[in-house]
C-alpha cells in the first residue's frame, strides 16, 4: 500500500493511497479520541456516506453538514457548526473527520483548527482535487468577501486517508479538473509522471483504476516530499503555485462561478508556458509538449469576453504578491520550474493575451 510520510515542524503523518482502504476507516481514528464528528456536506454524503458508515462501523459518531459551494466557503457557517458541537457533546479531546472535497478540507480542517484552539482532523477526500492536493499539507480556512482564504491557519492532520475508489461517482467535469492538478505535479517535478500523462492518457480519462492509482500516488508523494521540505511556503513550496498566480485572477475575475479551480489553474499554466517562453526560461520544443498536454486534458470552458488587462490588474493583488513584487513560476523543462521576479509588464499582458486565445 503506497503510504508517504509528512513532516513538518507542527506534525508528521502519513497520507495513504490504497483503494478500498476507506472499508478500514476506523482504524485511522485513535483509541483514545473523544467525541468523534464527521463532517461532511449532504452532495458528498448522498454520494459516499454509506462506504463511510461501513468504514466505521463499530464506532460513534455525529455526521455535521456544511452547506457545499464556494459561495458558503465561509465562517459563519463554521461557527453554527462549532455551536452544534458544543451541543453534541463536544470538547477537547473530540476529533474532526473531514469527508468531502477541497471546500470540505479547507472548511472541516480549520474548523478542527479552532474549535477549543485546536483539536485533530482526520483528513478524508472524496474529489481527485482534494485528494492530490488540497487534503495534504496542512493549509486550512475560508474565504472574505475581499478574496479567496483570506483567513485560515496552517493545521497538520492525523493523517490523510485516499481512496482513489470514492472518485467513481465524481462528475466527468471534476475529475477533469482535478487531472489539472496532476499534470501539474509531472510539469513543476515528476517528467516520469508527464510522460505517464502523454502515454496512457486514454486510461487515465476512462479512470482505468491502475492508472488513476498511479498517478493519484504519484502526485500524493510529491506533494508530501514538498510540504516536509517547506511547510510555510518558503521558495520549493512555492512551485506548487505554478499556473495558480494567472488562475487566481481568473477566478477572481468571473466570480469563481464560470471556471472549476483546476481550469482556472489549466489557463494559468498555459499562460506561465508563454510567458516562460517569451523570457527564454523554456525550449520551444517543451512549450509544444506542455501545451500539447494541457490540450489532452482539455478544452476547459470558453474564455470569450474576458478583458486580459483585467487579469493583469488582478494580480497585482493577489495575496501571494509581496510588496508589490509579482512571483511567477515558469517552467524551465519538463519537471524542474523557476521562481522568477521582475518580469516587465508588457510581457505579462502578451502571455495572458496568447493563453486566451
Ligand atoms: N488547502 C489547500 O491546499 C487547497 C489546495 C487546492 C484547493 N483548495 C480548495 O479546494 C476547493 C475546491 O475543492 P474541490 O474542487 O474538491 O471542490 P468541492 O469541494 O466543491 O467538490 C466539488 C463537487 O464535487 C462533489 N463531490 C465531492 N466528492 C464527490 C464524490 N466522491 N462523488 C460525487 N460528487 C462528489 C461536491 O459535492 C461538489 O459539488 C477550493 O475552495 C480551493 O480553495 C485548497
Ligand atoms: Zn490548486
Redesign the pocket.
Known amino acids: 500500500m503506497p503510504s508517504f510520510r509528512v513532516e513538518t515542524p507542527q506534525r508528521c503523518y502519513t497520507a495513504v493511497v490504497e483503494r478500498g482502504v476507506i472499508g478500514h476507516a476506523a482504524q485511522y481514528i485513535p483509541a483514545r479520541a473523544g467525541k468523534l464528528f464527521v463532517v461532511s456536506?449532504e452532495?458528498?454524503w448522498r454520494?459516499?456516506g454509506e462506504t463511510l458508515a461501513r468504514g466505521l462501523a463499530g464506532l460513534a459518531y455525529e455526521v455535521l453538514h456544511l452547506p457545499?459551494?464556494?459561495e458558503h466557503?465561509r465562517l459563519a457557517p463554521l461557527e453554527q457548526l462549532a455551536e452544534e458541537m458544543v451541543r453534541r457533546g463536544g470538547d477537547r479531546s473530540s476529533l474532526v473527520l473531514a469527508f468531502?472535497?477541497?471546500?470540505?478540507?479547507?472548511m472541516a480542517g480549520f474548523l478542527a483548527a479552532i474549535f477549543m484552539r485546536g483539536i485533530p482532523v482526520l483528513q478524508v477526500p472524496?474529489?481527485l482535487?482534494?485528494q492530490v492536493?488540497?487534503s495534504l499539507?496542512g493549509?486550512?480556512g475560508v474565504n472574505l468577501v475581499a478574496g479567496?482564504?483570506l483567513i485560515g491557519s496552517f493545521h497538520q492532520p492525523l493523517a490523510v486517508v485516499i481512496d482513489p475508489a470514492?472518485?467513481d461517482?465524481?462528475?466527468e467535469r471534476?475529475y477533469r479538473?482535478g487531472l489539472y492538478e496532476i499534470v501539474k505535479a509531472g510539469i513543476i517535478r515528476e517528467p516520469d509522471l508527464f510522460r505517464f500523462l502523454a502515454d496512457r492518457s486514454r486510461d487515465v480519462l476512462a479512470r482505468q483504476p491502475q492508472a488513476v492509482d498511479r498517478i493519484i500516488a504519484d502526485a500524493v508523494r510529491m506533494k508530501c516530499e514538498v510540504v516536509s521540505a517547506d511547510e510555510r511556503e518558503g521558495d520549493l513550496r512555492r512551485i506548487l503555485n505554478f499556473g495558480h498566480t494567472f488562475g487566481h485572477a481568473l477566478e477572481a475575475e468571473t466570480g469563481y462561478t464560470r471556471f472549476?479551480?483546476?481550469e482556472a489553474v489549466a489557463f494559468g499554466m498555459r499562460a506561465a508556458v508563454y510567458l516562460g517562453q517569451m523570457t527564454g526560461h523554456v525550449s520551444a520544443e517543451d512549450t509544444v509538449e506542455i501545451l500539447d498536454m494541457l490540450q489532452i486534458y482539455g478544452p476547459i470552458p470558453p474564455l470569450d469576453g474576458i478583458p486580459a488587462a483585467n487579469l493583469l490588474a488582478r494580480l497585482v493583488h493577489d495575496k501571494k504578491t509581496v510588496q508589490g513584487k509579482i512571483h511567477f513560476v515558469l517552467p524551465v523543462r519538463i519537471g524542474e520550474v523557476a521562481v522568477v521576479s521582475g518580469i516587465e509588464e508588457k510581457l505579462v499582458l502578451e502571455s495572458i493575451r496568447s493563453a486566451l486565445s
Open positions: 456536506t452532495d458528498v454520494h459516499q457545499g459551494g464556494e466557503k468531502g472535497g477541497g471546500i470540505v478540507s479547507d472524496t474529489t482535487l482534494a492536493d488540497a499539507g493549509k486550512t479567496k482564504n470514492l472518485l461517482t465524481l462528475p471534476e479538473a472549476l479551480h483546476g
